[in-house]
């Protein structure tokens, strides 16, 4: 979709992936592109580098599974990062698996990095939630700060990593962090630790069935997401169904030949 390769995958069968590779000592990494980031990974060849170096990616956005229907190779459900948060933890639970969170909006006394750590754990007695952890903003580009995180990640040695800071920040970051926890996975999750902690509210179960989460988050955060949703991912998800349908379109039989 859009030059992205997708893997088709339920929810189920991503999850069984994942745990697969764990039990044998593999490491790897989750990308789930929705229409914003197949439109980033258009504009930038090095985004799509980051996003065909990754180990599984699934669709996030309904848009990209129609658009795969259209093309005649449909991809079998949608796969949201924000809900592998859950799926991956209840079954680490069942394994005893390590999990860490990285990200998670700051905002003082509210912590919702650590808040989102106590729901996970409450919520699949099991889990062990190894590491919380909310870095101020340019951490990635302070050195001390940096090294700092990485030792926090070896140390900790998780199976798994929430990595909650927003494409393709956050997917920058896991590729760098992999070297201090090589057999763990890292799953970039965007809002999903503000949403497991409360701090912020997902969309209905409805919305989320019928491809309109994007239009409860628009209007829940309208100043920082209408510009991007209206002007750059509306023309991008039409641009991909347009592309999928013409894709699938048979080719005009040629006509009778009139000797002209």
């Known amino acids: 979709m859009g030059g992205i390769g997708i893997d088709p995958v339920t929810g189920a069968e991503a999850v069984a992936r994942v745990l697969a590779a764990i039990e044998a000592g593999r490491g790897g990494q989750i990308v789930t592109p929705n229409v914003d980031i197949v439109a980033a990974a258009r504009r930038s060849r090095e985004l799509r580098a980051v996003v065909a170096a990754a180990d599984l990616v699934t669709a996030d956005g309904a848009p990209l599974v129609w658009a795969s229907r259209l093309a005649g190779t449909p991809l079998p459900e949608r796969v949201a990062g924000s809900d592998l948060v859950w799926s991956l933890a209840a079954a680490a639970s069942e394994r005893g698996l390590r999990i860490a969170l990285l990200g998670g909006t700051p905002d003082g006394a509210a912590r919702p990095t650590e808040r989102a750590a106590e729901i996970l754990e409450a919520r699949h007695p099991g889990l062990k939630v190894v590491g919380a952890w909310c870095p101020p903003m340019g951490f990635d580009r302070d050195e001390s700060q940096w090294l700092a995180l990485v030792d926090r990640v070896r140390t900790a040695d998780p199976d798994l990593v929430y990595v909650g800071l927003g494409f393709p920040k956050q997917e920058l970051v896991a590729v760098r962090l992999r ?60 641009r991909l169904l347009a592309e999928a349908a013409r894709r699938d379109a048979p080719e005009r039989a040629p006509g009778p030949d009139l000797g002209i």
């Open 179 to 238: 070297a201090a926890a090589p057999r763990a996975w890292f799953l970039g999750c965007g809002a999903s630790i503000d949403f497991i902690a409360g701090y912020r509210r997902r969309a209905p179960r409805w919305m989320q069935r019928t491809g309109t989460e994007w239009l409860f988050r628009m209007c829940s955060e309208p100043r920082r997401l209408v510009r991007r949703y209206l002007r750059d991912d509306l023309p991008e998800a039409l």
